[in-house]
C-alpha cells in the first residue's frame, strides 16, 4: 500500500474499470511494454537526441506505484 500511494485491492473493491481490471494483469504489462518499445523506435526515427523521452517512457512503464 505505501509503495501505491493508495490502499492495495482498493479499485478492484471499487470495481473500477481498469485497463488491468478488463484484460488481466499480465496482458495489461504486456501490452504497456509493447506501447513503450513502439514509442522508443518512433521516437528515434526523428533522428533527434531523444533520450530523455526513452528514460521517461521505461520509468512510466517499469515504475511501481
Known amino acids: 500500500s505505501e509503495e501505491l500511494g ?3 485491492g482498493k479499485d478492484v473493491a471499487s470495481e473500477k474499470a481498469t485497463y488491468v481490471a478488463l484484460h488481466g494483469f499480465e496482458s495489461a ?3 504497456a511494454e509493447q506501447l513503450c518499445l513502439d514509442a522508443i523506435i518512433a521516437a528515434e526515427q526523428t ?3 531523444v533520450r530523455w523521452l526513452t528514460e521517461i ?3 512510466i512503464v517499469e515504475r511501481r506505484s
Do not use: I
Open 57 to 59: 517512457a521505461r520509468f
Open 47 to 49: 533522428g533527434r537526441d
Open 6 to 8: 493508495k490502499t492495495a
Open 29 to 31: 504489462k504486456s501490452r
